[in-house]
Structures are given as C-alpha cells and as structure tokens.
C-alpha cells in the first residue's frame, strides 16, 4: 500500500511540472536512485534520456548502414519506437560518446517527426570503460549485428596492439580467429603491427598456417 501512496505523490509532483526538461530530470533522477538500489548490475538497468546535442559519435566505429537500411531502421523507430537505448560512455557531465547505436543516435538527430516526438531528447545507456575496451565494445556488437569496413577494422586492431592487446587477447575479446588478426595486420603494412610477433605463440601460429603448407 506504501508504494500506492509513493506513486500517487510522485504523479502529483510531475503534474505540477511546466516543462518537458524538468520532467526528464526527474525521471532520470528516480532511475538513477532506483539503479543503485536495484539487484541487476546491468547498464539496461538504468535507461536515461539525455538532449541529443550532448551525444556524439567516436572515431573508430567500422560498421556502415546502407542507405536502404537506414531509411529502414528510421521506419522501425517511427512505428515501434525506440526498443533500444544508444550505449554511450560518459566524458563528462554534459557529453556522451558513442560505443553503440550510431544509426539510432542519427536518426534521433536527422528526422525531424523523431526529434520532435522525443523533445530532442536520446535513451542511452552508460558504460564506464578505458578506450581500448570501449573500441572492443563497439566491434562486438558490430560483429554480433552488422556490417565492417576492413580498412577500419585493421586500423582498429593495430590500435589494440598499440595498446598492448595480445592476438589471443584480440581474438577472445572481438570474437575473432587468429588467422583474421593477422590478415588485418597485414593489410595496415605497418612493420610495428608485427613488432611483438617475433617470439609469440600466435607469429609460429601464423608461419605454421601459411609457410608450412597448413590450410586454412
């Protein structure tokens, strides 16, 4: 009956509010406090809504929407809405940066009958990683869904062995096979893509597969 009663009071509260954006702070206010309550440690756990002006694209996301595609997922928001929030990392109070759902962060910007009915508002959820594990993030759910561009992703791999990720570590965390790490490798022709290889389990795992007559 408690719960009634709190319900009833916070349904008053929101009538007394004039504007969109304070019943948005509201909200995203109760969800927070409910998140830190709740048994679930999920990110979906806590979907906020935040203007869509503070939510910005990376750099290093590989996956590309044809232009049919796009104008589909636009139709799938428009008629059914947004079933899924944009995962962002949060860089600071008042921005967001894309791991996930470029296309539905687009569409939320870019189609006006969208922007307007979600007030120029994006559902996101946050995670709270470094850059190289937000760059693994952003190619599982490509892998797991999508489409990739090889150059980027070749870039996208020199840029975890940049960052001391192993072939082993690449493979396990991006859902990748050894053999494909060391294509994209080649394709950067970049010698310091090769610079820990001299010794590694995954170079004699390579020069077996393509010197030793081993197929692949």
């Known amino acids: 009956m408690r719960v009634a009663e709190l319900l009833l009071e916070l349904k008053k509260e929101f009538e007394k509010m004039e504007t969109v954006k304070e019943k948005v702070d509201m909200l995203n206010l109760i969800r927070a406090n409910l998140a830190d309550i709740s048994p679930f440690e999920e990110p979906v756990d806590c979907v906020r809504w935040v203007p869509a002006e503070q ?16 104008k589909l ?39 006006a009958d969208i922007r307007e009915r ?65 294509r994209l490798k080649q394709i950067s022709g970049l010698k310091e893509a090769f610079q820990n290889h001299e010794f590694s389990k995954s170079w004699e795992e390579f020069e077996r597969k393509y010197y030793g007559g081993e197929k692949l």
């Open 55 to 70: 939510v910005h694209a990376n750099e290093y996301n590989p996956n590309k929407v044809a232009s049919p595609e796009m």
């Open 73 to 111: 997922l636009y139709t799938s928001i428009k008629l059914d809405g947004y079933t899924q929030p944009i995962v962002c990392y949060k860089k600071s109070d008042n921005e967001y940066e894309v791991v996930d759902g470029f296309h539905r962060n687009r569409v939320g910007k870019e189609y």
């Open 118 to 182: 979600i007030h120029g508002y994006l559902p996101i959820v946050v995670i709270d990683k470094p850059l190289d594990e937000r760059m693994g993030s952003t190619i599982r759910h490509n892998r797991a869904r999508g489409t990739h561009q090889i150059r980027s992703m070749s870039d996208i791999v020199i840029e975890l062995s940049k960052e001391g990720w192993s072939d082993e570590e690449i493979c396990s965390k991006l859902g990748m096979e050894l053999d494909e790490v060391i």
